[in-house]
């Protein structure tokens, strides 16, 4: 996958950048002034890729970071790659129609950090997902908080009716006496005293018994009934209270997972951070202790996940009138507790291993050192010097820790000095392949042992470095920064090719021209040009011999918010819109005008035309020596219409003749409107000599015959019924890249003017002509 | 035998489906031929337009692969006849494409020039039919000569794609040959038409036609009839009015095809410069 462009978020001084995009061609630089943020931009880049941040990344105001990074997908079949779960209906289709995934790294307060799998489309869709889901299991949850409510509801209604039935043997125990009182003074009667009226009352109490026998009989069948109903409920009720209790198993676990991942996120901090082995063998412990416990809790999750998971599944299923034994059959064969779709951070993680190596390149620890311990490297300590670059150095030697056990000091010594022969071929091989010059340095190593000057480390090992000419032999720092930068650079692309095998890298380059001088800044710039193919460069710098002013779409503006406020936020300007930065931050671009303004005599005291963009520029000075245009011209390339406007009055205000040539477009119209206006008192004569535009056409591209456009720009046959510039926007192309391109193989003598057709030829002579009536 | 009467009634079945079938796919051409004669220019616009004229159109199918074209632009005349590949449904398909987009091109053109029209043309084809010039696509595509009269200077701009243009002047036949390449992919880069600039002069009579009279088989050694003989009909016919031209050419090809099969669409528009 290649990176093409970024999203950065409250990382230092950035507060938001915005979507912002690569060069095409792989090296992209950032320029601004000191402190402007260009070294946060790659510290967040290179952060996506490590996952790590220290803490002085956050921003007071407590805004958490987060990096979205935009690859396109090159060699990677995503479907295919994420086939071990599913990702939810249209997440495939969008990514392969946008042929493009985005991945977002964010932090939290602990600076641990997550990947996911971003984008807002991506975003929508697992959005719409989640509801279903999450309405799914609400569904769940009611049906089976229901079951328990229900069973409740039967139980108390059961235990109703036994009060009632309870109260009704009462009653017909009160009856049943009532009688035998009655019948007992009826036998002790004295002389038939009232005897009708106990007889009746007696005739009155067996009736009331016979009610009283059929309640109570009637309540104890209703009784039965109900407990019936309430026994028959209570076996969902338990898989339902046994999935809630699952669930809260479940919950606990997690909580303490969470725990026991930020003890063990802290341990191995506090583990990188040490300083020197003692420290490191104390945090040892302590990390060791706390991974084991994250494991035990990590087991304990997982099992309360997944009986959570089962008992929910059998509870909803049998409540939903499934057979408990079918619904556990079931389970067994399809182990509903293994989710079947990716999450947005599962498929996140699963494309990072796709993603591009990235590597920052950093002076202190990526220059070569003179010397450096070897117990440094072997107990990786990166806090040294030079580290990274002495690593780089043994990576690419191929030489591990068993070579500097060899006792024999003969073999030793043979052995090194053949790598020290091999590595100087493949260095001056690659210098002279990237710089197109020769160099007879030669590098050497040497494997030395403290003697007693050094009591703290007698006898011990540690490698010495040395950079030899004819004359000298002198220490890496001795030498030229250039040559240390250049075989340092080298090591960092030498080791990375070993250890990525061959797949994409993405190296990052804080100030990489930084005290060298201008001749061994321009090779810097050779040797990203020479490597782009297969590495992507983005480079910080200020000085203008680290930018090729034939390609200004390489460059990404940064600068703060508010001028020389170092407390504002940071802003990254993009090719199109350079015109809005600051001339503090394109002061390398200003200086580099500059410097070729004089070098190659730019701009004259007449004839000068002001084109209205860069890729005009290209066109312009291409067909100018294709067609062998009888004039000397001095084309000024503005960037962006609207541009022109201050171009206008600079050369004014130098008392400079200039031509103005634009397209027949709503900016070129309101431009000539607006010069006639002001500069030329609306002497519409005088202004249409001055101001001059491409005839009918929106731009330069459009004057070329649809046939030369595909055959010459963008060597390619396919039907294109639409405008060339409709064209170019349409397909997203870069006209700068395709005018570079364009010009480059007219310098190259590959295109001549009788190599145009018709059309074309037509349309440009006669732009020339009128070119020529108004040029002296 | 019931067995043979079984089979029988079976057939008779299947010869009423096919019956029906047929009459169906004859009822859709004929409301195809509707639409597709509706897309042509009316005979009373062509006269208007061109005003000594004939169109000899000779479908083979009843939907046609040759179609003729007619525009007029201030006082300009643009005139075509086309044959698209195949014939029949296929040809009609490619023909509907022709039709509109020369429509299209013509409505958004800023100069009258008759070889930039079939440069845009040909680009329209490639990318309705994702032509790259790669193997294993489509090669569908059309012939045309297109012409463009100026009736006030009587310049005639003429650009073909593999169909050439005539004119006879004082009983002598003149070609101007096409460009031998098609609209549509093919085996070269797409390179540019040629514009070919006639003055032309009263009596002049142009044609401008499709392959299908000449590549028509007949005549008593059964063979193709040619250009040569065509040429030598079109001097022989070209002082007589033009109606009269039409249905010679008619009648001449019925007598050369007598029972064979019509091979292709015909098409032959006539001018005569007034």
Same mark, same amino acid.
């Given at each position: 996958?290649?990176?093409?462009?970024?999203?950065?978020?409250?990382?230092?001084?950035?507060?938001?950048?915005?979507?912002?995009?690569?060069?095409?061609?792989?090296?992209?630089?950032?320029?601004?002034?000191?402190?402007?943020?260009?070294?946060?931009?790659?510290?967040?880049?290179?952060?996506?890729?490590?996952?790590?941040?220290?803490?002085?990344?956050?921003?007071?105001?407590?805004?958490?970071?987060?990096?979205?990074?935009?690859?396109?997908?090159?060699?990677? =079949?995503?479907?295919?790659?994420?086939?071990?779960?599913?990702?939810?209906?249209?997440?495939?289709?969008?990514?392969?129609?946008?042929?493009?995934?985005?991945?977002?790294?964010?932090?939290?307060?602990?600076?641990?950090?997550?990947? /996911?799998?971003?984008?807002?489309?991506?975003?929508?869709?697992?959005?719409?997902?989640?509801?279903?889901?999450?309405?799914?299991?609400?569904?769940?949850?009611?049906?089976?908080?229901?079951?328990?409510?229900?069973? =409740?509801?039967?139980?108390?209604?059961?235990?109703?009716?036994?009060?009632?039935?309870?109260?009704?043997?009462?009653?017909?125990?009160?009856?049943?006496?009532?009688?035998?009182?009655?019948?007992?003074?009826?036998?002790?009667?004295?002389?038939?005293?009232?005897?009708?009226?106990?007889?009746?009352?007696?005739?009155?109490?067996?009736?009331?018994?016979?009610?009283?026998?059929?309640?109570?009989?009637?309540?104890?069948?209703?009784?039965?009934?109900?407990?019936?109903?309430?026994?028959?409920?209570? /076996?969902?009720?338990?898989?339902?209270?046994?999935?809630?209790?699952?669930?809260?198993?479940?919950?606990?676990?997690?909580?303490?997972?969470?725990?026991?991942?930020?003890?063990?996120?802290?341990?191995?901090?506090?583990?990188?951070?040490?300083?020197?082995?003692?420290?490191?063998?104390?945090?040892?412990?302590?990390?060791?202790?706390?991974?084991?416990?994250?494991?035990?809790?990590?087991?304990?999750?997982?099992?309360?996940?997944?009986?959570?998971?089962?008992?929910?599944?059998?509870?909803?299923?049998?409540?939903?009138?499934?057979?408990?034994?079918?619904?556990?059959?079931?389970?067994?064969?399809?182990?509903?507790?293994?989710?079947?779709?990716?999450?947005?951070?599962?498929?996140?993680?699963?494309?990072?291993?796709?993603?591009?190596?990235?590597?920052?390149?950093?002076?202190?620890?990526?220059?070569?050192?003179?010397?450096?311990?070897?117990?440094?490297?072997?107990?990786?300590?990166?806090?040294?010097?030079?580290?990274?670059?002495?690593?780089?150095?043994?990576?690419?030697?191929?030489?591990?820790?068993?070579?500097?056990?060899?006792?024999?000091?003969?073999?030793?010594?043979?052995?090194?000095?053949?790598?020290?022969? /091999?590595?100087?071929?493949?260095?001056?091989?690659?210098?002279?392949?990237?710089?197109?010059?020769?160099?007879?340095?030669?590098?050497?190593?040497?494997?030395?042992?403290?003697?007693?000057?050094?009591?703290?480390?007698?006898?011990?090992?540690?490698?010495?470095?040395?950079?030899?000419?004819?004359?000298?032999?002198?220490?890496?720092?001795?030498?030229?920064?250039?040559?240390?930068?250049?075989?340092?650079?080298?090591?960092?692309?030498?080791?990375?090719?070993?250890?990525?095998?061959?797949?994409?890298?993405?190296?990052?380059?804080?100030?990489?021209?930084?005290?060298?001088?201008?001749?061994?800044?321009?090779?810097?710039?050779?040797?990203?040009?020479?490597?782009?193919?297969?590495?992507?460069?983005?480079?910080?710098?200020?000085?203008?011999?680290?930018?090729?002013?034939?390609?200004?779409?390489?460059?990404?503006?940064?600068?703060?918010?508010?001028?020389?406020? /170092?407390?504002?936020?940071?802003?990254?300007?993009?090719?199109?819109?350079?015109?809005?930065?600051?001339? =503090?931050?394109?002061?390398?671009?200003?200086?580099?005008?500059?410097?070729?303004?004089?070098?190659?005599?730019?701009?004259?005291?007449?004839?000068?035309?002001?084109?209205?963009?860069?890729?005009?520029?290209?066109?312009?000075?291409?067909?100018?020596?294709?067609?062998?245009?009888?004039?000397?011209?001095?084309?000024?390339?503005?960037?962006?219409?609207?541009?022109?406007?201050?171009?206008?009055?600079?050369?004014?205000?130098?008392?400079?003749?200039?031509?103005?040539?634009?397209?027949?477009?709503?900016?070129?119209? =309101?431009?000539?409107?607006?010069?006639?206006?002001?500069?030329?008192?609306?002497?519409?004569?005088?202004?249409?000599?001055?101001?001059?535009?491409?005839?009918?056409?929106?731009?330069?591209?459009?004057?070329?015959?649809?046939?030369?456009?595909?055959?010459?720009?963008?060597?390619?046959?396919?039907?294109?019924?639409?405008?060339?510039?409709?064209?170019?926007?349409?397909?997203?192309?870069?006209?700068?890249?395709?005018?570079?391109?364009?010009?480059?193989?007219?310098?190259?003598?590959?295109?001549?003017?009788?190599?145009?057709?018709?059309?074309?030829?037509?349309?440009?002579?006669?732009?020339?002509?009128?070119?020529?009536?108004?040029?002296? | 035998?019931?067995?043979?009467?079984?089979?029988?009634?079976?057939?008779?079945?299947?010869?009423?489906?096919?019956?029906?079938?047929?009459?169906?796919?004859?009822?859709?051409?004929?409301?195809?031929?509707?639409?597709?004669?509706?897309?042509?220019?009316?005979?009373?616009?062509?006269?208007?337009?061109?005003?000594?004229?004939?169109?000899?159109?000779?479908?083979?199918?009843?939907?046609?692969?040759?179609?003729?074209?007619?525009?007029?632009?201030?006082?300009?005349?643009?005139?075509?006849?086309?044959?698209?590949?195949?014939?029949?449904?296929?040809?009609?398909?490619?023909?509907?494409?022709?039709?509109?987009?020369?429509?299209?091109?013509?409505?958004?053109?800023?100069?009258?020039?008759?070889?930039?029209?079939?440069?845009?043309?040909?680009?329209?084809?490639?990318?309705?039919?994702?032509?790259?010039?790669?193997?294993?696509?489509?090669?569908?595509?059309?012939?045309?000569?297109?012409?463009?009269?100026?009736?006030?200077?009587?310049?005639?701009?003429?650009?073909?794609?593999?169909?050439?243009?005539?004119?006879?002047?004082?009983?002598?036949?003149?070609?101007?040959?096409?460009?031998?390449?098609?609209?549509?992919?093919?085996?070269?880069?797409?390179?540019?038409?040629?514009?070919?600039?006639?003055?032309?002069?009263?009596?002049?009579?142009?044609?401008?036609?499709?392959?299908?009279?000449?590549?028509?088989?007949?005549?008593?050694?059964?063979?193709?009839?040619?250009?040569?003989?065509?040429?030598?009909?079109?001097?022989?016919?070209?002082?007589?009015?033009?109606?009269?031209?039409?249905?010679?050419?008619?009648?001449?090809?019925?007598?050369?095809?007598?029972?064979?099969?019509?091979?292709?669409?015909?098409?032959?528009?006539?001018?005569?410069?007034?």
């Amino acid at each position: 996958m290649k990176l093409i462009g970024f999203r950065i978020q409250n990382f230092r001084s950035i507060i938001d950048t915005g979507c912002t995009y690569l060069s095409p061609d792989n090296i992209t630089g950032l320029i601004g002034q000191n402190e402007s943020g260009k070294t946060s931009i790659l510290e967040a880049i290179n952060s996506f890729f490590t996952g790590t941040i220290s803490e002085d990344i956050l921003r007071s105001d407590l805004s958490l970071p987060c990096v979205h990074c935009v690859f396109e997908i090159i060699k990677v =079949d995503v479907e295919k790659e994420l086939n071990e779960k599913r990702l939810p209906d249209g997440v495939i289709d969008e990514i392969k129609k946008k042929e493009t995934i985005i991945l977002k790294r964010s932090w939290g307060e602990d600076i641990t950090s997550r990947i /996911e799998l971003a984008g807002d489309k991506v975003f929508e869709i697992y959005r719409g997902f989640y509801d279903k889901r999450e309405k799914e299991e609400k569904n769940i949850k009611e049906r089976i908080e229901e079951a328990i409510s229900e069973h =409740d509801n039967a139980i108390r209604k059961s235990d109703k009716a036994v009060s009632e039935k309870e109260e009704k043997h009462h009653e017909l125990e009160a009856a049943k006496e009532k009688l035998t009182q009655l019948q007992k003074k009826y036998k002790s009667r004295k002389n038939g005293k009232n005897e009708n009226t106990i007889k009746d009352n007696i005739t009155g109490a067996k009736k009331h018994l016979e009610e009283c026998r059929n309640i109570y009989v009637a309540a104890g069948k209703n009784a039965e009934i109900l407990a019936s109903e309430a026994r028959q409920l209570s /076996e969902n009720a338990n898989l339902a209270g046994e999935s809630i209790q699952a669930e809260k198993n479940f919950l606990i676990n997690k909580k303490e997972l969470e725990e026991s991942y930020k003890e063990l996120q802290k341990c191995q901090r506090i583990f990188d951070m040490s300083y020197d082995e003692k420290e490191r063998r104390a945090s040892r412990t302590q990390l060791d202790s706390s991974n084991e416990t994250y494991v035990r809790v990590l087991r304990d999750y997982e099992q309360s996940k997944e009986d959570a998971i089962q008992k929910k599944i059998i509870a909803f299923k049998v409540l939903s009138g499934d057979s408990i034994y079918e619904v556990k059959n079931e389970i067994k064969k399809e182990k509903p507790y293994i989710d079947k779709y990716y999450s947005l951070e599962e498929a996140g993680r699963k494309l990072f291993n796709y993603v591009p190596e990235f590597i920052f390149f950093e002076d202190f620890l990526s220059l070569l050192p003179d010397r450096i311990d070897l117990h440094d490297i072997h107990t990786e300590n990166t806090n040294i010097e030079g580290y990274k670059a002495a690593k780089n150095f043994l990576l690419v030697s191929g030489l591990n820790e068993d070579f500097f056990q060899q006792t024999n000091n003969r073999i030793l010594k043979h052995k090194i000095e053949k790598l020290n022969k /091999e590595i100087t071929i493949n260095f001056q091989d690659y210098w002279r392949q990237s710089i197109g010059k020769h160099n007879k340095i030669k590098i050497n190593f040497e494997l030395e042992h403290y003697d007693n000057s050094n009591p703290d480390k007698s006898g011990l090992p540690y490698i010495e470095f040395w950079i030899k000419d004819r004359e000298e032999r002198l220490y890496p720092k001795q030498r030229s920064r250039g040559v240390r930068w250049f075989l340092s650079f080298y090591l960092e692309l030498q080791a990375a090719a070993l250890s990525k095998n061959g797949s994409n890298i993405v190296i990052l380059i804080d100030e990489p021209g930084v005290s060298l001088h201008a001749r061994a800044q321009e090779d810097v710039l050779k040797v990203f040009d020479n490597i782009k193919e297969r590495v992507q460069i983005i480079y910080t710098t200020h000085s203008p011999h680290l930018i090729d002013l034939n390609k200004l779409y390489r460059l990404l503006a940064v600068q703060r918010a508010v001028d020389e406020d /170092e407390s504002s936020e940071t802003k990254v300007f993009d090719t199109k819109s350079l015109t809005t930065a600051s001339t =503090d931050t394109l002061s390398p671009i200003y200086s580099l005008m500059g410097i070729r303004l004089s070098e190659q005599k730019f701009i004259q005291k007449k004839n000068n035309i002001i084109l209205e963009d860069i890729a005009t520029f290209y066109y312009m000075k291409a067909l100018t020596d294709m067609k062998g245009f009888e004039k000397q011209v001095f084309y000024l390339p503005a960037t962006g219409v609207s541009n022109i406007r201050s171009l206008v009055n600079m050369l004014l205000g130098w008392g400079i003749d200039f031509l103005v040539l634009t397209g027949t477009n709503k900016e070129g119209n =309101d431009l000539k409107h607006d010069l006639t206006k002001h500069l030329f008192a609306n002497n519409e004569a005088e202004a249409n000599k001055k101001l001059i535009q491409f005839d009918h056409f929106k731009s330069i591209e459009d004057m070329f015959s649809t046939i030369d456009f595909k055959k010459y720009i963008l060597h390619k046959r396919i039907g294109i019924p639409e405008s060339n510039l409709e064209y170019i926007v349409n397909n997203n192309l870069s006209r700068s890249i395709l005018a570079s391109n364009f010009m480059r193989e007219v310098k190259d003598s590959k295109l001549k003017w009788g190599n145009l057709d018709e059309e074309t030829r037509d349309n440009f002579s006669h732009l020339f002509d009128e070119l020529s009536r108004s040029l002296e | 035998m019931p067995q043979d009467n079984k089979l029988y009634q079976e057939l008779l079945k299947q010869r009423d489906e096919i019956s029906r079938q047929k009459k169906e796919i004859i009822e859709s051409l004929e409301y195809a031929c509707l639409i597709q004669t509706a897309l042509l220019p009316q005979s009373s616009s062509i006269h208007k337009t061109l005003h000594d004229s004939f169109i000899f159109y000779l479908p083979k199918d009843i939907v046609s692969g040759d179609f003729y074209w007619i525009y007029e632009r201030k006082e300009s005349v643009l005139f075509a006849a086309v044959d698209c590949t195949g014939h029949g449904v296929p040809g009609a398909l490619m023909s509907i494409l022709g039709i509109t987009s020369l429509n299209e091109i013509v409505n958004n053109l800023d100069s009258i020039k008759a070889n930039r029209i079939l440069n845009q043309l040909r680009e329209k084809i490639m990318k309705s039919l994702h032509q790259t010039g790669q193997g294993g696509e489509s090669k569908d595509g059309m012939d045309i000569s297109l012409c463009i009269f100026n009736r006030k200077t009587k310049e005639l701009q003429y650009s073909g794609a593999n169909n050439s243009l005539y004119y006879i002047r004082r009983d002598i036949l003149h070609e101007i040959k096409p460009d031998k390449m098609p609209i549509g992919v093919s085996g070269i880069e797409e390179k540019s038409f040629r514009n070919n600039v006639v003055k032309m002069k009263k009596g002049d009579v142009l044609y401008i036609f499709t392959d299908g009279f000449p590549d028509q088989f007949g005549g008593p050694k059964e063979k193709k009839f040619k250009y040569k003989p065509f040429k030598n009909l079109l001097l022989e016919i070209h002082n007589k009015n033009m109606k009269e031209q039409r249905e010679i050419l008619l009648s001449t090809f019925h007598a050369w095809k007598r029972d064979f099969e019509q091979v292709d669409d015909i098409l032959i528009i006539g001018v005569r410069i007034n």
